[in-house]
């Protein structure tokens, strides 16, 4: 397979899966853009430019899975804190039961192509 | 690479180039994602806990990604059945255009070929040429610049093989004229 349609296949699976990972970084607690982009960044098939985070947590926000507030920074200026709702909860709740089993039937089936 | 300026010189000068490429988003959350983008930049920098230089602003601004990856992530969400993400950017009207129009002037050479082969093989080639560096410097519709460039091509080597064509039957040599039987009268 091509560099090329590695990246397309990349693409596709980053596109329904990154704000969930995004929800579940969340989950654990309040947080702001920088550190969610450096905790999620550490996992480099999750995207390539954190600036690419932003327009998601904007929509995140909009649809009301998360709300922002500020909160004051040591030795900064006050910073925008992004905090999961109990929607943005149930639609990580919802997510993770079927991508374990979405999961599991991809894996059925490349195992059988691979065997 | 040398750049040149002040950090926010830099930052600013990222920010504005986003700001333009976010013309399509609403004026709300466009302002959101440019300050979410900011406020990164700033807490990315505060991170260094000494003066920033203008070297530490961009590669900030590498770790943040170029701009239009921030907007193919705004337009990717716009449309949740969208597959081929178009970013649209100001001015990709006139630019699709001018690609398409390239593409219309490298169909017609081909029809100048058969009224004047050497003015077309010009033509063309000035066609390919312009549409292979098009094809590499544009950001937007370079597939259609890829197309033009290969049409011209095709030009240029049905109008070189016409002119070719066209000097080896003039160099030919003459063919002596048929005699012409002289018939004498009797006496």
């Known amino acids: 397979m091509s560099g090329l349609d590695r990246s397309a296949v990349l693409a596709n699976l980053r596109r329904g899966t990154l704000e969930y990972c995004v929800l579940a970084h969340l989950d654990r607690g309040p ?5 969610i982009a450096r905790t999620l960044g550490a996992e480099s098939a999750l995207f390539d430019s954190e600036g690419t985070l932003y327009p998601l947590l904007s929509r995140l926000r909009k649809t009301g899975h998360v709300t922002t507030q500020w909160r004051e920074s040591t030795g900064g200026a006050p910073r925008r804190y992004y905090e999961l709702t109990e ?3 149930a639609a990580l709740h919802a997510f993770v039961e079927t991508w374990r089993q979405f999961a599991d039937s991809v894996d059925a089936v490349l195992r059988g192509k691979s065997a | 690479m ?11 000068a990222y920010l504005d180039h986003l700001r333009q490429m976010l013309v399509g988003a609403e004026p709300a959350e466009r302002e959101e994602i440019l300050a979410s983008v900011r406020e990164h930049l700033h807490d990315s920098l505060g991170a260094l806990r000494r003066e920033p230089t203008v070297v530490d602003a961009q590669a900030a601004l590498d770790e943040l990604g170029p701009a239009e990856d921030v907007v193919r992530a705004w337009a990717d969400g716009g449309d ?5 993400v178009e ?5 990709t009207r006139d ?17 100048v070929t058969v009224l004047n082969p ?4 010009g033509l063309q080639l000035s066609l390919a040429v312009i549409a292979l560096v098009a094809a590499r410097k544009a950001t937007t519709h370079t597939s259609l610049y890829r197309a033009a460039a290969t049409i011209a091509s095709v030009g240029v080597i049905v109008s070189t093989v016409v002119i070719l064509t066209l000097f080896s039957a003039n160099d030919a ?13 009797p006496g």
């Open chain 2, 173 to 185: 040599p003459a063919q002596p004229d048929e005699p012409v039987p002289v018939r004498s009268g």
């Open chain 2, 80 to 84: 949740p059945n969208l597959t081929a």
């Open chain 1, 31 to 35: 947080s702001y853009g920088l550190d």
């Open chain 2, 95 to 111: 630019r699709r255009l001018l690609a398409v129009g390239t593409i219309a002037l490298s169909i017609c050479s081909l029809a």
């Open chain 2, 87 to 91: 970013v649209v950017e100001p001015g």
């Open chain 1, 87 to 89: 929607d943005g909860r």
């Open chain 2, 2 to 12: 040398t750049v040149t300026g002040t950090p926010s010189q830099v930052i600013e």
């Open chain 2, 118 to 121: 050497i003015l077309a093989a």
